[in-house]
């Protein structure tokens, strides 16, 4: 089941978190167990955005013991941030255990990475010159007012509203999937993946790091590796039609740029909504008429249909 959108404007910027959320929270009835955004702000040159949790949120009602726990866990955390040479910007809780730090960091961000998530409990969700993922259980209006997201401006933005069919329900099988540790590269997908496991264990070999067994992550790894290579989005979405099996359609977000491809079969619903100005894309046509007060026209793209826009 499940429903993913994307968005993006076009020379311009406008309220993607309130937008993404409109959109998601008229395909609840696609997926109610969690809700995920990839939204993409304005770089402010190096500095890297850096979303972080040290708990599932579950865990918070356990008592006094967790809080703590989670304390200790932050201080480990900016720690280790500190002895690699970064430097903490700026720091603030989202919530109980999910965080979002401003840092500046010139060295080796897989290392970083790697090292921040051999904290106990500890999962970057992403870490991003304009990405910032935020995911949790819970449907848009829910996930919206705890991170405080309207009000977020933006340039585009991915969302995925998900129905928990092959793996549990908890924030890390949530949508979308940040490609670690690549700065810039998300996506929410709909669909299954028949061959995942070939396709991963080929990544791996390559040094790539899978943090779910959400077949979806394969994506994003995927072209974050072909563009890691030299590639362009849209050939590595091309490429991907060839080499991906199953059936599918998926969204991908880079720090620029806005892209979507549909298998072969075209069995796995996508509706667009076009202008010079602002592009909607959504698994159902409630969600685009969600955000325009008028009347619009939109179609369906065709099956192995390959499309990149960029901000």
């Known amino acids: ?41 304005k770089p402010h040159g190096q500095e890297l955005v850096v979303r972080f949790k040290l708990a599932e949120g579950a ?14 866990r932050r201080d480990e955390v900016d720690r280790r941030l500190a002895e690699l040479g970064a430097t903490i910007l700026a720091a603030e809780a989202a919530t109980e255990y999910a965080f979002r730090y401003r840092i500046a960091f010139e060295g080796d961000r897989r290392r970083l990475a790697n090292y921040v998530e051999d904290v106990d409990g500890a999962e970057i969700l992403s870490m991003g010159l304009g990405l910032e993922l935020i995911k949790d259980l819970g449907d848009a209006a829910q996930v919206a007012g705890q991170y405080h997201l309207k009000g977020f401006v933006g340039t585009h933005a ?6 928990a069919t092959e793996s549990d329900v908890d924030i890390r099988s949530a949508h979308p999937y940040w490609a670690y540790p690549f700065a810039d590269v998300a996506v929410v997908h709909n669909g299954q993946l028949t061959n995942y496991w070939n396709g991963r264990r080929a990544l791996e070999r390559r040094g790539h790091r899978f943090v779910s067994n959400c077949d979806s992550e394969l994506i994003a790894v995927y072209l974050a590796d072909r563009m890691a290579q030299g590639a362009k989005l849209k050939d590595a979405m091309t490429d991907s039609i060839a080499e991906l099996d199953g059936v599918f359609t998926y969204l991908v977000a880079t720090s620029d740029s806005l892209g979507m491809a549909k298998d072969v079969m075209a069995a796995k619903p996508m ?16 969600a685009i008429r969600s955000i325009f007060p008028h009347e619009i026209d939109t179609f369906d793209p065709y099956e192995g249909d390959v499309r990149v826009w960029q901000s």
């Open 1 to 41: 089941m499940c429903g993913i959108a994307g968005l993006i404007h076009r020379g311009a910027t406008g309220d993607v978190g309130r937008e993404m959320t409109a959109m998601l929270q008229s395909m609840k009835h696609r997926g109610p167990d969690s809700t995920g955004y990839a939204l993409y702000g």
């Open 59 to 72: 865990e918070m009602s356990q008592g006094f013991d967790i809080h703590r726990q989670v304390k200790e």
């Open 158 to 163: 991915l969302g995925h509203t998900r129905m």
């Open 271 to 286: 509706v667009l909504y076009e202008s010079d100005r602002f592009i909607a894309l959504a698994s159902e046509e409630v």
